[in-house]
């Protein structure tokens, strides 16, 4: 994990208000995501980014954008909290590993509780 | 789209035991598929990828099948630890046409009990 991290670990929020979760690593790698868990559904796609200048939606993007600030960092911002996105979220990197494959490196995860 | 099918009721088993978690798939075989480990409150751990032409897979103490026949990846952990207690999480990659994205299941959670 310590080559994926996320600020913050945790964070209690009021509707409405705009909050920003950042992810930082130092894997090297270009592909960055941005994931939600919920207890039952498993990890869901926000958004993810395949370069600094490419960024594509992902399954669950209405409420949340993002920037990719470099190569090794890549924000997510709740424009307008509500309750039900109330989760834990999760940064990943991955890169083409020895056979071609993508597999995914997750940083420890942000709680956020939106009340 | 494709549906992932796995157990969302946690498997308790003996220390020593071999466990036996399922992930089902629906429509269209992925061209590579992954399982995780998950701990409470961390993030996923990439644990093991078995390509679509390969029927298992063996990483120490772990075996992974994978049968595109039954849409289906059986994993596999002998002679099982309490410290093996986990969520594991299966997921799909249905190959670079598609970006190499990652479909993933909602996880099943084993307890090894002493």
């Known amino acids: 994990d310590a080559d994926v991290t996320q600020t913050p670990r945790n964070r209690i929020t009021k509707t409405g208000k705009r909050i920003m979760l950042e992810c930082s690593q130092t894997?090297?790698?270009?592909?960055m995501y941005w994931y939600r868990q919920d207890p039952g559904l498993g990890l869901r796609l926000i958004y993810y980014s395949f370069d600094v200048k490419d960024i594509n939606k992902g399954e669950i993007s209405d409420g949340y954008s993002v920037s990719r600030q470099a190569q090794a960092k890549f924000s997510l911002s709740l424009e307008s909290a509500i309750p039900n996105q109330t989760a834990l979220y999760f940064c990943?990197?991955?890169?083409?590993?020895?056979?071609?494959?993508?597999?995914?490196?997750f940083g420890p995860g942000t709680r956020l509780t939106v009340t | 789209s494709q549906k992932i099918e796995q157990n969302s009721e946690a498997l308790n088993i003996q220390e020593g035991k071999t466990a036996t978690l399922t992930c089902n798939y629906t429509?269209?075989?992925?061209?590579?598929l992954q399982w995780y480990r998950q701990d409470p409150g961390r993030g996923p751990v990439f644990l093991l990828l078995?390509?679509?032409?390969?029927k298992e897979k063996r990483k120490e103490r772990l075996k992974v099948t994978f049968d595109t026949t039954l849409k289906q990846s059986l994993f596999h952990f002998t002679a099982s630890q309490p410290a093996d207690s986990a969520t594991y999480l299966c997921?799909?990659?249905?190959?670079?046409?598609?970006?190499?994205?990652?479909?993933f299941g909602g996880g099943t959670r084993l307890m090894v009990k002493p």
């Open positions: 990943a990197t991955s890169d083409p590993g020895a056979g071609g494959t993508y597999e995914q490196y």
């Open positions: 894997k090297g790698h270009d592909r």
């Open positions: 997921a799909l990659d249905m190959g670079g046409n598609a970006g190499n994205m990652l479909t």
């Open positions: 078995i390509r679509e032409n390969e």
């Open positions: 429509n269209y075989s992925p061209a590579y």
